[in-house]
């Protein structure tokens, strides 16, 4: 069960509006490395974690990734409100705009919806917290790549937010492989899946 | 029943009765904002699901980070969860 905050979980207040930059930032949102994926990641995965620190651990960091998701939403409907259409076509962002007007709908950068494909649920520890963890250094490339394009303190603040996040689980998954691995036969941790055939391994 | 004698299930139990109380009284406020009865029904089942979840935390575990306390360890990380099935 879950309760909202209605809150940001760090503060956004951008000023100057740019749908060029919004087009790319969005990818944050519902692209392969956005915070949906990582959220539905981690909270679809948790079900059949053997482990409970583990299955808590992807419960709670799969929560944070839903307030990233609400912060990427909000630069993005911040960088494009207030916008005549002229003002969107010109600064590219007319193919989004004739299907979703100023709405904020899940897609790639480069237009791409977003899909369940984006992320893996397999139903195997140490397969998933792999993949958990290169799913936090994707994100974070994907976060220096619109620092790199993006000057505006006001957006460019946030996002090194986020982009910090993204190290600080990348660090908390490594722990939870760690966990994983402690219960598992050192001598090989790939021999089984523990979490279909529980025990195994040891 | 009064709180202080439910077990561990019974609490959880009333838990969820007045936590959906609440749940369902938000909803039926966001379109009904002036709603007196409605606010004072909210403001109940509010305040019985704040004294039960404290409650809850203090004697079994938490249930909300909120509710955690923690002393000498973290027990949140092993507190059951909703899916295993059991007492949840």
Not at chain 1, 45 to 70: C, F, N, W
Not at chain 2, 45 to 51: C, F, G, I, P
């Amino acid at each position: 069960m879950w309760n909202y905050e209605r809150r940001l979980q760090y503060p956004i207040n951008i000023t100057r509006p740019n749908a060029k930059i919004a087009q790319v930032i969005m990818s944050q949102y519902g692209g392969p490395d956005g915070e949906i994926s990582a959220s539905m990641r981690y909270l679809s995965q948790r079900y059949s974690m053997p482990y409970r620190k583990v299955a808590g651990l992807l419960t709670d960091i799969g929560t944070e990734e839903l307030a990233h998701m609400e912060m990427i939403a909000t630069i993005v409907r911040q960088l494009t409100k207030g916008l005549s259409a002229e003002e969107l076509e010109a600064a590219g962002f007319a193919p989004y705009y004739i299907d979703h007007t100023a709405g904020i709908w899940p897609q790639a950068a480069g237009g791409i919806p977003f899909n369940a494909c984006e992320f893996q649920v397999k139903g195997d520890a140490i397969t998933d917290l792999v993949e958990d963890m290169a799913a936090e250094q994707k994100a974070r490339t994907t976060y220096d790549n619109i620092l790199r394009l993006v000057k505006d303190p006001e957006v460019c603040d946030p996002i090194r937010f986020l982009r910090m996040r993204e190290i600080v689980h990348f660090q908390r998954f490594g722990e939870g492989l760690r966990l994983v691995q402690e219960e598992l036969d050192s001598r090989n941790f790939y021999a089984c899946n523990p979490e279909f055939d529980p025990g195994c391994g040891k | 029943m009064m709180m202080n004698q439910m077990n561990q299930q019974q609490l959880l139990h009333w838990i969820d009765m007045v936590s959906f109380a609440v749940v369902d009284m938000t909803e039926y406020l966001d379109t009904h904002p002036h709603d007196e009865k409605a606010l004072e029904y909210f403001n109940h089942y509010e305040d019985l699901r704040r004294s039960a979840l404290r409650a809850y935390g203090e004697k079994y575990g938490p249930l909300t980070i909120d509710t955690a306390y923690p002393e000498k360890h973290w027990t949140w990380s092993m507190q059951p969860l909703p899916w295993e099935g059991g007492n949840c």
